[in-house]
């Protein structure tokens, strides 16, 4: 059965055709459909898995491309955002015993009402991993453009080293800051279901990293940066829990989550939380259709964590980080410390050297 999950692919496409059929769609409307947007961009799935399946068939390998639904996926109803409930292989292994590779579009599945969903940006691992609990792979090869997951990102930083191993945990901390190396919730499938998820590059033969569940001693693993982030705030007049209980109504409705919620209030309403860049439009427009009695600022600002399972038990990484910080004279909004991670806030965007100074600190 190994030998022939070996033959199983998850395919998409790259960043700039999810990108292109974005704009088309915010060119149409200003808030376009979540459900219409998922029919859109699985779409650039569709094109690529099929492309792929005739060259090979060309070449001389027999192959089948099935999208999300064909291959079984099937979600909650949730769109934009959907969380793979079931796969059902009986499509996926009945074209493998027939020695066909199978290529399936990642990033996309199905609901109850049939309709096409998709499992947000960077959702295709989640495909991956997936597919690999539902077939019983021994392990999950993720290949991308960069070999491995690095101590941080090399776009940002040219040092930045290669990590070899890390744990489930660790990875999560770092997908979850806003890294673009793996979806967070593939890294939950496969801590669930015990696959190592191993990533590698499509134009090399380097070895890449592992993901697993050992851990090793405290150490630091990686600092994420990320400026793609707003910071909300909402203020009104009058104190007014019903208020409160609107704001959380509205940005559930609109599923957007924060990252962060802070209440500043005393005797007047003034409620901060901050989100990601990308949702900022939606957020305006639901703000302005249904609570604009607020006064309202957005501001972008930058975040910087410092991950390693255990880091925060060691004392001297803790006053490095915070007196290279210092240092910076930079205005804090808020510091996080959990046993996995030490998180700044920024009230304003932070240049990349403090993410050098903090990187040749710790490494």
Same mark, same amino acid.
């Given at each position: 059965?190994?030998?022939?999950?070996?033959?199983?692919?998850?395919?998409?496409?790259?960043?700039?055709?999810?990108?292109?059929l974005?704009?088309?769609?915010y060119?149409?409307?200003?808030?376009?459909?979540?459900?219409?947007?998922?029919?859109?961009?699985?779409?650039?799935?569709?094109?690529?898995?099929?492309?792929?399946?005739?060259?090979?068939?060309?070449?001389?390998?027999?192959?089948?491309?099935?999208?999300?639904?064909?291959?079984?996926i099937?979600?909650?109803?949730?769109?934009?955002?959907?969380?793979?409930?079931?796969?059902?292989?009986?499509?996926?292994?009945?074209?493998?015993?027939?020695?066909?590779?199978?290529i399936?579009?990642?990033?996309?599945?199905?609901?109850?009402?049939?309709?096409?969903?998709?499992?947000?940006?960077?959702?295709?691992?989640?495909?991956a991993?997936?597919?690999?609990?539902?077939?019983?792979?021994?392990?999950?090869?993720?290949? %991308?453009?960069?070999?491995?997951?690095?101590?941080?990102?090399?776009?940002k930083?040219?040092?930045?080293?290669?990590?070899?191993?890390?744990?489930?945990?660790?990875?999560?901390?770092?997908?979850?800051?806003?890294?673009?190396?793996?979806?967070?919730?593939?890294?939950?499938?496969?801590?669930?279901?015990?696959?190592?998820?191993?990533?590698?590059?499509?134009?090399?033969?380097?070895?890449?990293?592992?993901?697993?569940e050992?851990i090793?001693?405290?150490?630091?693993?990686?600092?994420?940066?990320?400026?793609?982030?707003?910071?909300?705030? #909402?203020?009104?007049?009058?104190?007014?829990?019903? #208020?409160?209980?609107?704001?959380?109504?509205?940005?559930?409705?609109?599923g957007?989550?924060?990252?962060?919620?802070?209440?500043?209030?005393?005797?007047?309403?003034?409620?901060?939380?901050?989100?990601?860049?990308?949702?900022?439009?939606? #957020?305006?427009?639901?703000?302005?259709?249904? #609570?604009?009695?607020?006064?309202? %600022?957005?501001?972008?600002?930058?975040?910087?964590?410092?991950?390693?399972?255990?880091?925060?038990?060691?004392?001297?990484?803790l006053?490095?980080?915070?007196?290279?910080?210092?240092?910076?004279?930079?205005?804090?909004?808020?510091?996080?410390?959990?046993?996995?991670?030490?998180?700044f806030?920024f009230k304003?965007?932070?240049?990349?050297?403090?993410?050098?100074?903090?990187?040749?600190?710790?490494?």
């Amino acid at each position: 059965m190994i030998k022939i999950i070996m033959w199983l692919l998850w395919f998409q496409p790259n960043g700039k055709t999810t990108d292109a059929l974005l704009k088309e769609a915010y060119e149409l409307a200003e808030v376009p459909s979540d459900r219409e947007l998922d029919v859109l961009l699985s779409s650039g799935e569709q094109i690529s898995i099929s492309k792929l399946s005739i060259l090979l068939n060309k070449l001389g390998y027999k192959s089948i491309s099935l999208t999300g639904w064909q291959a079984g996926i099937y979600t909650n109803n949730t769109n934009q955002n959907a969380i793979i409930e079931n796969i059902d292989t009986t499509r996926i292994l009945k074209e493998l015993e027939q020695r066909k590779i199978v290529i399936v579009a990642g990033f996309q599945g199905f609901n109850e009402k049939l309709d096409i969903t998709t499992l947000g940006r960077g959702g295709s691992d989640t495909t991956a991993v997936a597919l690999a609990a539902a077939l019983n792979a021994k392990h999950c090869y993720i290949f %991308s453009d960069v070999d491995g997951v690095y101590t941080t990102d090399p776009n940002k930083f040219a040092e930045a080293k290669k990590l070899e191993t890390l744990s489930y945990v660790e990875m999560l901390d770092i997908s979850n800051e806003g890294a673009k190396v793996l979806h967070n919730r593939c890294i939950e499938i496969g801590e669930k279901f015990k696959i190592p998820i191993i990533t590698k590059s499509t134009f090399n033969n380097k070895s890449g990293s592992v993901i697993d569940e050992k851990i090793e001693e405290a150490v630091v693993k990686s600092i994420v940066k990320n400026d793609d982030l707003i910071l909300v705030n #909402l203020k009104y007049e009058n104190y007014s829990i019903k #208020l409160f209980n609107q704001v959380y109504e509205l940005l559930i409705n609109t599923g957007i989550m924060p990252i962060q919620y802070v209440n500043n209030s005393v005797s007047a309403f003034d409620v901060d939380f901050i989100i990601k860049a990308n949702v900022l439009n939606k #957020l305006q427009v639901a703000l302005d259709k249904e #609570l604009n009695m607020f006064n309202m %600022s957005f501001k972008n600002v930058t975040r910087i964590a410092v991950i390693g399972y255990g880091i925060t038990n060691d004392e001297i990484v803790l006053k490095k980080v915070f007196d290279i910080v210092q240092k910076f004279n930079i205005d804090v909004y808020n510091i996080d410390i959990t046993n996995a991670k030490i998180i700044f806030t920024f009230k304003e965007k932070v240049q990349n050297n403090l993410l050098e100074l903090l990187h040749n600190e710790l490494f």
